[in-house]
């Protein structure tokens, strides 16, 4: 991410920024993935779908981290309203898993386990088996807990 800021790149940028942001995110570096996420934001063109998506599925689970329940929704939404028009499973996984994630924190856990339903099956499209695992125990988990 370093070189490509120097050298002014900004494609290949603001996606390798929103996917550090998601890595940092999940190692609870949650500041350091605000940085990344804003970076992408920043670098994103509007018809780069796949850093549209993926800085703003990293933003709204800081927000709803921050208790900002109603913008990380609204975040999340829109991830998978652009991911949508995409062919990407496994970013559209990504996002449904990123709502999924903030609906639960929102107390919402049946709209959740279906956001995570639905990224399964996408998942599944896509073969990425170890995606779809985690989204079933994600969802399972959100079952019991109704």
Avoid: C
Avoid at 52 to 71: M, N, T, Y
Avoid at 78 to 94: L, N, R
Avoid at 103 to 116: D, V, W
Avoid at 119 to 145: C, M, P, Q
């Amino acid at each position: 991410v370093d070189m490509l800021r120097e050298a002014g790149e900004t494609g290949f940028l603001s996606t390798s920024a929103a996917n550090l942001a998601d890595a940092l995110y999940a190692q609870g570096k949650y500041e350091e993935a605000e940085e990344y996420s804003q970076l992408s934001e920043d670098s994103a063109a509007p018809d780069d779908v796949a850093s549209q998506v993926q800085w703003r599925l990293v933003r709204a689970k800081l927000v709803a981290r921050q208790g900002e329940l109603e913008e990380a929704q609204d975040l999340a939404r829109a991830a998978v309203a652009i991911a949508e028009q995409m062919d990407y499973y496994e970013t559209h996984g990504d996002a449904l898993m990123a709502l999924a994630d903030v609906l639960r924190l929102a107390g919402r856990t049946a709209e959740a386990a279906t956001a995570a339903e639905q990224a399964i099956d996408l998942y599944e499209r896509k073969g990425h088996v170890v995606s779809a695992r985690r989204a079933g125990k994600f969802a399972e988990e959100l079952r019991a807990t109704r």
